[in-house]
Antibody
Framework: EVQLVESGGGLVQPGRSLRLSCAASGFTFDDYAMHWVRQAPGKGLEWVSGISWNSGTINYADSVKGRFTISRDNAKNSLSLQMNSLRAEDTALYYC????????????????WGQGTLVTVSS | DIQMTQSPSSLSASVGDRVTITCRASQSISSYLNWYQQKPGKAPNLLIYAASSLKRGVPSRFSGSGSGTDFTLTISSLQPEDFGTYYCQQSYRTTVTFGQGTRLEIK
């Protein structure tokens, strides 16, 4: 069974940093791309960042580019998100999600999600 | 970025109703479109990928259609457990984007 468990959230002051982690199990971690998706309280889903299986391709949403850094450690089956220069608008529940690919190899989706870790940016 | 627009933003329907949610992309995305269901306090759950392929284990009353810029999620006969918020998401670009969501309430 695929399991994704996020950790590292908490209350942080504006301008400070926080590092989120996602522990993966139940699948061959280094076969799959991984993503971070966030959801502000009462709002919709916002994709944050994605990383390919070998870290060769990394993408960010414009809203976090230059402030957040995604990384992975395939030896430890873990995904991370380093968040710097945090702003009030970064307050959200942060989900770790596994990317799935269909049998054709063309169509990608987020086929498994963790339960999220809450980040609150406030003074 | 590719913008995804869902309609309606919310709807209320009765058990047994046929429900349709629409998603429009700001440019053609072929069939690179996924649908998710999210219940309150829970993580999103993938329902449909590649516009029309049902994820294993998802009830067959859910179906998806469309290609290019216009897509539809249909629930053929609404069940009480189908309440929640539905999101479309494009995977045409590596910078993923979601629709704003459609909140479905059971009357």
């Amino acid at each position: 069974e695929v399991q994704l468990v996020e950790s590292g959230g908490g209350l942080v002051q504006p301008g400070r940093s926080l590092r989120l982690s996602c522990a993966a199990s139940g699948f061959t971690f280094d076969d799959y791309a991984m993503h971070w998706v966030r959801q502000a309280p009462g709002k919709g889903l916002e994709w944050v960042s994605g990383i390919s299986w070998n870290s060769g391709t990394i993408n960010y949403a414009d809203s976090v580019k230059g402030r957040f850094t995604i990384s992975r450690d395939n030896a430890k089956n873990s995904l991370s998100l380093q968040m710097n220069s945090l702003r009030a608008e970064d307050t959200a529940l942060y989900y770790c999600a596994k990317e799935g690919v269909d049998s054709s190899g063309f169509y990608r989706s987020l086929d498994h999600w963790g339960q999220g870790t809450l980040v609150t940016v406030s003074s | 970025d590719i913008q995804m627009t869902q309609s309606p933003s919310s709807l209320s329907a009765s058990v047994g109703d046929r429900v349709t949610i629409t998603c429009r992309a700001s440019q053609s995305i072929s069939s690179y479109l996924n649908w998710y269901q999210q219940k309150p306090g829970k993580a999103p759950n993938l329902l449909i990928y590649a516009a029309s392929s049902l994820k294993r284990g998802v009830p067959s009353r859910f179906s998806g259609s469309g290609s290019g810029t216009d897509f539809t999620l249909t629930i053929s006969s609404l069940q009480p457990e189908d309440f929640g918020t539905y999101y479309c998401q494009q995977s045409y670009r590596t910078t993923v984007t979601f629709g704003q969501g459609t909140r479905l309430e059971i009357k």
